[in-house]
T-cell receptor
Framework: DAGVIQSPRHEVTEMGQEVTLRCKPI?????LFWYRQTMMRGLELLIY????????DSGMPEDRFSAKMPNASFSTLKIQPSEPRDSAVYFC????????????FGDGTRLSIL | KQEVTQIPAALSVPEGENLVLNCSFT??????LQWFRQDPGKGLTSLLL?????REQTSGRLNASLDKSSGRSTLYIAASQPGDSATYLC?????????FGQGTRLTINP
């Protein structure tokens, strides 16, 4: 079975550029989550969707960050303009239904903003 | 606001030892608690999920316990192997939101 697929695996770009991270959840899963992991703050939830609808974006750090889920099999996290402090590993996860099910994580995108 | 703490931050033990990783959380109103494993450069792999009504879960050499009233969980690893070396993360779930601890970096020495 294909797991959660994220692309790109690595992204290096200069400050001020637009960055788009992509995620394909596991087929049939109705919840999708975006997390950010840094040494200082650990893993933090940025936003999550249920049935393609954003439910809670309280973890999105600022207006430079936006996320969309145009259909059940695709989501993007966009940073515009990017800043060096955005450097982190960004994870996407998906799950089916209730809180009884574990979340399945992708391998992440390692983002470096120079 | 839920806070999750894991102790120790790092642990190094010889192969074959049994070991315990600790997790504590401040708000007992949780749906479940999960233990994850993270290998370098990889995502998280779910190891065990304990529902709030349960006391423990077992999978192979792993056993996780949950004491919701005291806000504590432990992950017990029996007969440790070098392949167990990884970072272990504890996370508590309120509704759909997971709150993670900072993890315990475990090294098993051959």
């Amino acid at each position: 079975d294909a797991g959660v697929i994220q692309s790109p695996r690595h992204e290096v770009t200069e400050m001020g550029q637009e960055v788009t991270l992509r995620c394909k959840p596991i087929s049939g899963h109705d919840y999708l989550f975006w997390y950010r992991q840094t040494m200082m703050r650990g893993l933090e939830l940025l936003i999550y969707f249920n049935n393609n609808v954003p439910i809670d974006d309280s973890g999105m750090p600022e207006d430079r960050f936006s996320a969309k889920m145009p259909n059940a099999s695709f989501s993007t996290l966009k940073i515009q303009p990017s800043e060096p402090r955005d450097s982190a590993v960004y994870f996407c996860a998906s799950t089916l239904g209730s809180a009884e099910q574990p979340q399945h994580f992708g391998d992440g995108t390692r983002l470096s903003i120079l | 606001k839920q806070e999750v703490t894991q102790i120790p931050a790092a642990l190094s033990v010889p192969e074959g030892e049994n070991l315990v990783l600790n997790c504590s959380f401040t708000d007992s109103a949780i749906y479940n608690l999960q233990w994850f494993r993270q290998d370098p450069g990889k995502g998280l792999t779910s190891l065990l999920l304990i529902q709030s009504s349960q006391r423990e879960q077992t999978s192979g050499r792993l056993n996780a316990s949950l004491d919701k009233s005291s806000g504590r969980s432990t992950l017990y690893i029996a007969a440790s192997q070098p392949g167990d070396s990884a970072t272990y993360l504890c996370a508590v779930q309120g509704a759909q939101k997971l709150v993670f601890g900072q993890g315990t970096r475990l090294t098993i020495n051959p």
